[in-house]
């Protein structure tokens, strides 16, 4: 009898399923991203013809045959199409932990669908309204839900939704014009001034869609959900550029800046308040402390008017064509209470097809002074960067009208920035044949009974076969004579190189918008001319500058500014340093509730002392190596060799054993002599010994060296399955695996501790384990991190390497998660955040700079090879 392998069996059926199934449409429109991104200033609405001829890389719901979203809104028209994807939420204004608007995608939801959120999901009022011969249209917030029908009042059409490094772009039909609205958060991290401002742009054009000429006028208020989410009582001011506006004003002068000031009556420095999130009841939200700001000048409108009040009376007025009357409402009161809103009127006059001049408007929460910092001079409360000499002065009135006015500039830079991006992400990939000549959108996974079982051959030759049924995402046979298997493939027809860009592109801000640039401590071991920074660990618990936070995230610090990873470091340094500290490993965090840097003066923090410890030397070569001035990482080497001799010391002891302590994955609970936590602290060893040799301690060097590869030969028994195919997640648990993310700094620093076998042999187990949305952290959990898988695939083949990728782009056009850029998320199911049993919530954090893994090896001069 002759016997077939069980291989040859998956190659017939995936054949004859090939041969049975109808192949899928190609979509031209899932094409590559334009190499060049237009300014979305230039010449009023013409980079629309971009968004028309983009409408799409990954997701195009306005195609009517596509298989994303058959959703119309009232009138029968097709839901906006998203560029380069669907993000689970859009960044509208992100540039600091308390500047961070965004507007959900989830359930089809649209700009204006629902109230734009912060980061934790609390409505934030944000109302944009445009008339159009006598007829409004909402293109912004749910406002009109306050007021009674009228037939003059209607939502207007969403048509695209585009974002990149900088800008988030919706564009909208309301009646016979297109409006476009340019939500500009500039990423310019070597520029220190700029990165400090809390404040971003918006910019409202329109133009005529009919040729005909058209009266139009933009209305838009904001409110005090800003400031306090409680029923906390507010006061407001409106400034003429630097000077306050009492009381009523009929003249306004069209060259001034109008600001609205709103602040809380009750102010408590350093404080904060929670949100409406119920699961962060432990964890401070909104400052306490502080102005929010929110500003626009005539421009080259017809009229300006501003007023505040009444939210549903000022809006009712404005729909039934009374404009605003320039007053001041003088009843100071919650936002709960008579909600009052801040508003601005912009009179257009007549549009024809050449359309308008932008109006533009900036926003922005601003907290002055912005830290309190523990150091040997004591408590310090630290001002932001922004209000030094070098920057705008401590005027906020002159930061906010220099802001206003350097919008150019401003696009300018964040137009390098994204170039770079960009560019280094051609360059990383070079040749690598990866995108298809024509795209179609991956299959939907319904997780239902009514799905489909499809198969084909993708760009690269390999046959897959993909069951929206099941979790297992896409899969191709892989065999070895008759022990054959299915493994993890990367999505077919899709572009791992544009998929990477759509995913560095959506982390951009929120990454920088997670750290506060201050002004210099007043302590003895500090440089005065530089800033220091702070980092807020967002969403998870509100801690200052945790080091296993700030870890994950070098990647983008290295491509895009060393020195910002030092400015972050060298608060723990003063800190440690000047004895505040009394553990003999490097400490967790340096405060529990940001932005309060007082430190842990009884050792009392998290305990991850591998962890943290290997962190800091690991990072401190990183900054040597990194740095564009050499001599500047080497004294930096040599200015803290002392605390990094003490911290090695410990790694020594504890770092092939290390017992029972927690990682930086703490959520997922202590375990014994974790793998991964262990090759950590050898990697951790190995770059003290380069950090020693470059400091001239050859025999400290030596000694490191020696110790971290004799530990590397036990750890390979200890911690490698005796298959020899793949590492465990804990020494000699032979049903474990996970992601063995800390061997990526090793190749990032070409470190040779770590053989190319190791890597291969990881790169070729994954795949063996993956789901339809990535690869799980470890056996115990059906969740993964999406900054840990970007680590890995950084250190992978490149078939494996697009599995990742790809996966977390699939995840982001896909989930059911209606918050920002989630970095914790599970495998399976609609890809929601995990419960266990309570739910982990992770939005918004900084970690996601662990995405540009693969720039950070482009900047150490490494690339992805070919296909």
Request: net charge negative; with cysteine; aromatic share 12%.
């Amino acid at each position: 009898m002759a016997y077939l392998c069980f291989s040859s069996f998956i190659l017939a059926s995936l054949a004859a399923l090939s041969a049975s199934q109808s192949t899928l449409t190609a979509n031209p429109a899932h094409s590559a991203i334009p190499t060049a991104y237009p300014n979305p200033y230039e010449s009023s609405h013409r980079n629309n013809s971009w968004l028309q001829q983009h409408n799409g890389s990954w997701f195009d719901a306005s195609q009517p045959n596509s298989p994303w979203s058959n959703a119309t809104d009232s009138n029968g028209n097709y839901e906006a199409a998203y560029t380069p994807g669907r993000a689970p939420a859009i960044p509208l204004a992100v540039r600091s932990p308390y500047t961070s608007a965004w507007t959900s995608t989830a359930n089809n939801g649209s700009l204006n669908s629902q109230f734009p959120i912060f980061w934790d999901g609390s409505a934030l009022g944000w109302e944009g309204i445009v008339t159009v011969d006598g007829m409004s249209y909402e293109w912004m917030g749910i406002g009109s839900r306050g007021l009674p029908q009228l037939d003059n009042f209607v939502s207007a059409i969403p048509l695209t939704t585009a974002y990149d490094s900088s800008y988030s772009n919706f564009t909208f039909a309301a009646g016979p014009i297109e409006l476009t609205a340019s939500f500009f958060s500039p990423v310019i991290p070597t520029d220190l001034c700029r990165t400090s401002t809390p404040l971003s742009y918006l910019s409202v054009s329109v133009i005529s869609r009919d040729g005909g000429y058209h009266n139009v006028s933009l209305y838009t208020d904001i409110n005090g959900g800003w400031v306090t989410q409680p029923a906390a009582p507010l006061n407001w001011t409106l400034f003429e550029n630097d000077v306050t506006v009492n009381g009523s004003r009929v003249i306004v002068s069209p060259d001034a800046l109008y600001s609205w000031n709103i602040r809380l009556q009750n102010a408590y420095e350093f404080g904060e308040q929670n949100g409406q999130d119920v699961a962060r009841a432990n964890q401070g939200v909104f400052p306490q402390w502080g102005n929010f700001t929110w500003s626009s000048m005539q421009g080259s409108a017809e009229a300006l008017q501003f007023q505040s009040g009444f939210a549903v009376n000022q809006r009712f007025r404005y729909v039934m064509g009374i404009s605003l009357n320039n007053s001041i409402d003088e009843a100071y009161r919650s936002y709960t209470e008579q909600e009052p809103v801040f508003a601005f009127e912009h009179s257009l006059g007549e549009v024809g097809p050449d359309g308008t001049s932008p109006v533009l408007y900036t926003i922005g929460h601003v907290v002055q002074p912005a830290v309190r910092f523990l150091s040997s001079v004591g408590i310090e409360s630290l001002d932001p960067w922004w209000s030094s000499s070098s920057c705008y002065g401590p005027d906020l009135q002159s930061m906010t009208y220099n802001h206003y006015h350097d919008l150019a500039t401003a696009q300018r830079l964040a137009a390098q920035f994204e170039s770079k991006l960009r560019n280094d992400i051609n360059l990383y990939y070079g040749n690598s044949n990866d995108s298809p000549g024509q795209q179609s959108p991956p299959q939907q996974w319904y997780n239902g009974t009514d799905g489909q079982e499809i198969s084909g051959v993708d760009q690269f030759g390999q046959q897959y076969i993909f069951n929206s049924d099941n979790a297992y995402g896409y899969l191709t046979p892989s065999s070895n004579g008759c022990n054959s298997t299915l493994d993890g493939i990367a999505i077919p027809d899709t572009s791992e190189q544009d998929s990477y860009y759509a995913i560095t592109a959506l982390a951009a801000r929120q990454v920088l918008a997670a750290y506060v640039l201050t002004t210099p401590s007043r302590s003895t071991n500090n440089n005065n001319t530089e800033p220091l920074a702070f980092q807020k660990e967002i969403s998870s618990n509100g801690n200052t500058n945790t080091v296993d936070v700030i870890f994950p995230a070098i990647p983008f610090f290295l491509w895009s500014n060393t020195d910002i990873l030092r400015y972050v470091l060298n608060p723990l340094f003063i800190n440690q340093e000047t004895n505040f500290y009394p553990n003999d490993y490097s400490m967790h965090d340096l405060g529990s509730r940001f932005p309060n840097a007082t430190g842990h003066v009884e050792g009392d923090d998290e305990y991850m002392p591998v962890e943290e410890s290997g962190n800091m030397i690991i990072m401190m070569l990183a900054i040597y190596r990194f740095s564009q001035n050499q001599n500047v990482g080497l004294s930096y080497l040599v200015q803290h060799y002392a605390i990094l001799k003490q911290w090695a010391m410990y790694l020594i002891e504890y770092s092939l054993i290390p017992s029972v302590q927690l990682s930086t994955d703490d959520f997922a609970g202590e375990l014994a002599n974790q793998t991964n936590l262990a090759i950590k602290g050898i990697v951790g060893l190995a770059a003290m010994a380069q950090i020693s040799a470059a400091v001239g301690d050859g025999v400290a060097a030596a000694n490191y060296s020696l110790t971290a590869q004799n530990y590397y030969k036990q750890w390979e028994t200890l911690g490698i399955d005796p298959s020899g195919t793949h590492t465990l997640l804990a020494y000699q648990w032979r049903s474990s695996w996970g992601l063995l993310y800390n061997v990526y700094p090793a190749k990032l620093l070409n470190l040779s501790i770590i053989p190319q076998s190791l890597y291969d042999q990881q790169s070729a187990y994954y795949p063996s384990v993956s789901q339809v949305w990535g690869v799980p952290l470890d056996n115990r959990h059906d969740w993964t991190k999406s900054d840990w898988e970007m680590w890995t695939a950084a250190t992978c083949q490149p078939s494996t390497r697009r599995l990742f990728v790809d996966s977390i782009a699939y995840w982001l056009n896909t989930t059911s998660s209606d918050r920002p850029f989630s970095d914790l998320f599970q495998t399976i199911n609609r890809g929601e955040s995990p419960e266990d049993p309570n739910p982990i919530e992770f939005f918004a954090r900084p970690v996601q700079g662990g995405l540009y893994s693969l720039l950070a090896l482009l900047a150490s001069g490494q690339t992805g090879g070919g296909s």
